[in-house]
């Protein structure tokens, strides 16, 4: 999820009543709940750096507990104050496991496994910003604010500092628990019909319910032998995948058995869930390929979110190889 949400979750956990476990409990909890962005630093290696480092080691189960106590150690040596390091060390875990479930949710995935296992968990339920959530939260903090303000109105004096929220602050943390179980329901029936049907003749052999805003809509991605076709499944009314998006692999073509041994594309290739390769006569140098591979979770070869591609020569030797995120570069 983002950084908002992250941090929003764990302020929330502290008004909710882990702010009593011990002194700076809302600093630690902040910091905590963000903990494991902290792969951030992989950009200044470039994107496709970032791209493996991201939601790797930080992001994972053994990993957890070290960055709760480091977060501890940190809040103790800057603040200069004493903390309960038995409560403090709790708040922190919970809320670095916070940012470890609420990124599982979405479609992006975490390796929570690491380093026994370097496969994506997901679940496909949310987006990396659900407006929902959002929405939860934000209702969470104004909430006590404004009622503050009402009630001083009402008394014809000032608002009086004290516990506020608590209740708003377990609600929101409850509603974004039940929203996502929603969602994991409606997933199931989106996977459902997508299964069920077949496309272009042709049964599929494994298929993805991805979210959108709307936990009613979501974009089907449909994997056959020959293509991928792209859907849009709307659970309030009937399903027509004659209405999808058809994108054909290709054949078998030298070009990608080169590509393949690019670093560059090998990288691209453990993130990817749903490659989607593209080949084509490049402009230069005289007998050349240009290869890209396409992850269709995040687009398509017509709009297209992560890509990597690769310049083969005639010789069969990878030339160049670049990774985007968005449009893909003119060479």
Known sequence: MDPLTHTATGLLLGRAGMNRLTPRAVVILALAANAPDIDIVAAAGGS??????HRHLSHSLVAAPVLA??????????GRKRVRWAGAFAASLAAVASHLLLDWTNLYGIRLLLPFSSSWLRLDLTPVVDIWIWCALFVAFAGPFLARLVTAEITSGKPKPGRHGLGL????????????????????RALAVLNARLYSGSAPARVAA????NPLVWRGL????????VETVD????FDPSRGQIF???QSDPAIDAARHSAAVQTFLQFSQFPLWRVAAAAEPQGGRDVEVFDMRFGTPAEPGFRVGALVDARGKVAAADFTFGVPRAR
């Not at 496709?48 to 480092?53: D, F, Q």
């Not at 602050?169 to 199931?188: C, D, I, S, T």
């Open 248 to 250: 054909f692999k290709p």
């Open 235 to 238: 659970l309030r009314g009937r």
């Open 48 to 53: 496709l750096n970032y791209l493996h480092y």
């Open 210 to 213: 991805l979210p959108s805003e």
């Open 169 to 188: 602050a377990r609600l929101a943390l409850v509603f974004v628990l039940a929203y996502n179980a929603g969602r994991a329901v409606l997933h199931e």
């Open 69 to 78: 106590i480091l977060t501890v150690a940190l809040v103790r040596a800057v």
């Open 222 to 229: 449909v994997e056959t032998g020959e293509f991928y076709a």
